[in-house]
């Protein structure tokens, strides 16, 4: 009788020789996979910095930048505060922050700006404490629990109007589109969507040379949807208000931060700290 069984334990070495083929092969892929993903991570962040800057604002031209860009966004376009006569827009909470600005290198124009509410002592409370605090239901998350010189709160993004549009707006001939071809060419145009990208991360980068490690945030909760897009993740801390439009509290902290933001905006913020010192 002709026995059965090393043609079926040749059988058994074939399979086990083709899984670990196949593991390899999986090992590889994946190697690659993350090789492709740190080259696309190197492309985003050089693409957007041959054209782009944060900028920390220290001088008083940059600081009216950003006050005449929010004049501008908040006042004059969106009509959440009323307009002044000098285009400015600034409130109480400017006396103790820091403004950061996205600078077209270029130019020297810019195209957005965001600004960091750095608390010195308890007396100097952040926003969402004066607006949200009976909204807040998450009480472990409140800004009383922290150290007060590591909270702080990101507010008053802005981006002009002129640096929003879409390059796929070249192509629609409608009057009021405000990009001129003659003064960004298509390649800048490929980078205005990734400047409110950089004004978050830049708004990153100047908390964590600040020292800060809990970040708070009252947004839409569409626009917090959006924000996972590029892997800031912000826990919702209580219900929804109405606070120049509809609101709801948010935090962060500096290791969910890191830990969740993609690999290109991972990159992006290494930039940016290397450039701001």
Known sequence: MISLAPPRLNVFKNIMVLRKMSNAIDGVKKAYGAY??????????????????????????????????????????????EATGDNVEVDFFD???????????????????????NPRNDDDILPIE????????????????????????????????????????????????????????????????????GLYISAAALAVKQGKKHAYFMVEPRLAKSMRYIGIKLIKIGGEFNYVGRRAPYYVNYELFCRDLSPSFKYMMDQFLKKMG
């Open 36 to 81: 492709k993903k740190l080259q696309e991570a190197n492309r985003i962040s050089q693409h957007f910095s041959n054209f782009f800057e944060p900028v920390v604002a220290s001088t008083q031209e940059e600081l009216s930048g950003v006050q005449k860009i929010r004049h501008d966004v908040f006042c004059q376009e969106l009509k959440l505060f």
């Open 130 to 197: 004066k607006v949200a605090s009976e909204y807040i239901t998450k009480t472990e998350y409140l800004p009383s629990n922290f150290d007060r010189h590591e909270v702080c709160e990101i507010s008053r993004i802005a981006i002009p109007k002129e640096f929003r549009r879409r390059r796929a707006d070249q192509f629609k001939g409608a009057a009021q589109a405000a990009i001129n071809t003659d003064t960004y060419s298509e390649e800048e145009l490929r980078c205005f969507p990734l400047i409110a990208v």
């Open 95 to 117: 006396a103790y922050s820091s403004q950061c600005l996205i600078k077209h290198t270029r130019t020297g124009t810019f195209g957005g700006s965001v600004r960091i509410i």
